[in-house]
């Protein structure tokens, strides 16, 4: 029987899960579920792929993606499989821990973005086992809402796609909400695995992306870079540089346009910057939370707004 088609597209959401086999737990215990926490920290800078939103059942899991470059199945393939040698290692078990491959939605992010950010951290509220969202340990959710310190790689991408929520607007979207029995049906159902419009659908199945017509033209990194000096009269040496003790503000704009306006792979941003690329997943997350204003020459000369 032929595999049923993944679709995955730079720029693109993703509902993705998977459970045990025969639903037998997946978690057996903290160690257990910190290790695949750190499996999930790695991914973005591997392959592109941000975690937004996360939970952890004892018998399954959801996650919450954003694919930059289009990579989600080799950074899902890494994360079961690499788990599962952990766990099997760890428990004394052989061969197969989840029933299968991992499963997965391509999201059309206008339509269910904000409805699949409150489903995933209302499993635990649905499955009895947490009266509040907040109150589970094992998801993203004290994170997103800053009652807890936040992993570095968790990703608040989607968070500002909905709107950027505060603590009480997110706590009412996700403790005030009955459950979404039409999400979940669209969610259980295996056909194409895509969750979105018909005009949407019909794009993706023809070969377009959504994602990529509605942005502007990328640029190469030097071209971002040159343009950034050219907007403070400065070198493009002066924008690579790497400066310690200081806030080089040109520097982190380059940075953030090559990163977040143009999906710019984490290595070639390592490579042009001087940093690692785990250096630059952690100054991308931080740029997030303080992003610095595109000004409005540079944005008409970058084509990014």
Not at 48 to 62: F, R
Not at 158 to 175: F, K, Q, Y
Not at 259 to 275: D, M, R, T, V
Request: glycine content about 6%; overall charge neutral.
């Amino acid at each position: 029987m032929a595999r049923p088609q993944r679709f995955d597209v730079p720029g693109s959401w993703h509902h993705i899960f998977n459970r045990g086999q025969r639903k037998e737990p997946i978690f057996s215990d903290e160690i257990d579920r910190l290790r695949f926490l750190d499996l999930l920290g790695e991914v973005d800078t591997l392959y592109g792929v941000e975690i937004n939103a996360y939970c952890l059942l004892d018998n399954h899991y959801h996650l919450l993606a954003f694919s930059r470059h289009g990579r989600v199945s080799e950074a899902m393939k890494r994360i079961d499989g690499v788990y599962t040698q952990s766990y099997n290692a760890r428990h004394g078990h052989d061969g197969a821990l989840f029933r299968g491959r991992f499963g997965s939605k391509l999201v059309e992010a206008d339509q269910y973005l904000e409805r699949l950010v409150v489903y995933v951290h209302r499993n635990p509220i649905e499955a009895g086992i947490s009266r509040t969202a907040v109150g589970y340990r094992w998801s993203s959710y004290a994170a997103l809402t800053q009652r807890s310190a936040p992993p570095s790689w968790l990703s608040r991408r989607a968070l500002e796609v909905i709107g950027s929520p505060n603590r009480a607007e997110l706590d009412a979207m996700v403790h005030d909400s009955d459950h979404d029995h039409e999400l979940h049906e669209l969610l259980a159902q295996p056909s194409f695995g895509l969750l979105g419009s018909e005009e949407w659908v019909e794009q993706i199945c023809d070969g377009r992306n959504p994602a990529t017509q509605r942005s502007r033209p990328r640029r190469s990194l030097d071209e971002i870079i040159s343009a950034v000096g050219e907007h403070f009269d400065l070198p493009p040496s002066s924008i690579r540089a790497v400066s310690r003790g200081r806030r080089n503000e040109p520097r982190r704009l380059a940075m953030w346009i090559a990163g977040e306006e143009h999906l710019c792979p984490h290595s070639e941003i390592a490579e042009a910057f001087g940093l690692s690329p785990g250096s630059v997943a952690v100054a991308l997350h931080r740029l997030r939370s303080d992003p610095p204003e595109v000004p409005a020459d540079l944005k008409l000369l970058m084509r990014c707004a």
